[in-house]
């Protein structure tokens, strides 16, 4: 008799698997990462996958935004942040990435936007510190 360690679970298709982490909240794929080596690799990907496809909405250099995050301290937040939270099954259109950086770095992203990503800035002349960019 085989031992399975998994549950099974490494016997199902892939498409399967996806159907069922598709189901998953970010806290519940971190729980289930941890339960062998084999599915925190797997688990790894999936949020990668759906990481890069948010990203792919917006930016065209995807390593080099994230270097430009890291370096920076920049957050990305709002709706693109919940929808990489919530389960894939739950996820909602969205039309923009909020990127939230402190002012020493401002310019700095402002002016990743524009010359790498083709962005341009449209500045509210209401608050000095609301710049959005439009592609």
Do not use: W
């Amino acid at each position: 008799m085989v031992k399975y360690m998994n549950g099974y679970f490494d016997l199902l298709s892939p498409e399967i698997e996806a159907m069922i982490l598709d189901q998953l909240c970010m806290p519940d794929l971190a729980i289930f990462s941890q339960t062998r080596i084999q599915n925190q690799l797997g688990i790894t990907d999936y949020i990668d996958n759906r990481h890069n496809n948010l990203l792919n909405q917006f930016i065209t250099n995807i390593p080099l935004f994230i270097d430009l995050l890291e370096c920076t301290g920049s957050v990305i937040s709002g709706s693109s942040a919940v929808n990489l939270i919530l389960p894939k099954s739950e996820e909602f259109k969205i039309d923009d990435m909020d990127i939230y950086t402190t002012e020493k770095y401002a310019e700095v992203v402002i002016e990743y936007l524009k010359k790498e990503e083709s962005y341009e800035v449209n500045k509210d002349s209401n608050e000095r510190q609301n710049t959005t960019t439009t592609q």
